[in-house]
């Protein structure tokens, strides 16, 4: 099983440059999510999806937006990237519907983005 | 929004030591999550805890929820270099979650 798979895994940009983070998930989840880490601050909720045809926005959604392309597939962009913006993101996944594993986070391997 | 406090930020342990780390919040949780990120990795699910008062064990990793549902605690027995890590406490309930900052556990062997 994949589970919830992040292409890149690294990437370097130039400031002012654009790009889109992929994220599918194979566990039928309704949920899904995009954080970011960076050292010290844990992990910050950037947008996430509660289910298909829904987002909404997180801690710090400023200079990102995302898709939910359909239930499997949840995309985030940087459409003029920024130093700032460097940082490692993970996608994640949860079942979303109610009973106890409602809330249980899957996820992904991460992309690692350098912004130079 | 809610948010919960974890501490310590940092802790470096001798091998054979036992850890704790603590998650505090000023409201009342519906339940609790901890995760563990290896460095380099990424989080994974550890244990939900639901009940106030709540103990789990996992081998040597012991987990509690407090009577007030207000505060956890991770502690682990007789660290080992696989314990090496961060790891994180995370409100649930609701959608999204709520993650601690983490606890950053260093050991030497």
């Known amino acids: 099983n994949a589970g919830v798979t992040q292409t890149p895994k690294f990437q370097v940009l130039k400031t002012g440059q654009s790009m889109t983070l992929q994220c599918a998930q194979d566990?039928?989840?309704?949920?899904m999510y995009w954080y970011r880490q960076d050292p010290g601050m844990g992990l910050r909720l950037i947008y996430y999806?509660?289910?298909?045809?829904?987002?909404d926005k997180g801690e710090v959604p400023n200079g990102y937006n995302v898709s939910r392309l359909n239930k499997r597939e949840f995309s985030l962009r940087l459409e003029s990237a920024a130093p700032s913006q460097t940082s490692v993101y993970f996608c994640?996944?949860?079942?979303?519907?109610?009973?106890?594993?409602?809330?249980?986070?899957?996820f992904g391997a991460g992309t690692r983005l350098s912004v130079l | 929004g809610q948010q919960v406090m974890q501490i310590p930020q940092y802790q470096h342990v001798q091998e054979g030591e036992d850890f704790t780390t603590y998650c505090n919040s000023s409201?009342?949780?519906?339940?609790i999550q901890w995760y563990k990120q290896r460095p380099g990795g990424h989080p994974v699910f550890l244990i939900q805890?639901?009940?106030?008062?709540e103990v789990k064990k996992q081998k040597r990793l012991t987990f509690q929820f407090g009577e007030a549902k207000k505060n956890s605690s991770l502690h682990i027995t007789a660290t080992q270099t696989t314990d090496v890590g961060t790891y994180f406490c995370?409100?649930?309930?609701?959608?999204?979650?709520?993650f601690g900052k983490g606890t950053r556990l260093s050991v030497i062997a």
């Open positions: 994640a996944s949860t079942l979303g519907v109610a009973g106890l594993a409602k809330n249980i986070q899957y």
């Open positions: 566990m039928n989840h309704n949920s």
């Open positions: 805890l639901v009940k106030s008062g």
């Open positions: 999806s509660a289910s298909e045809g829904t987002t």
């Open positions: 409201t009342t949780l519906s339940n």
């Open positions: 995370a409100a649930s309930g609701n959608t999204p979650l709520v």
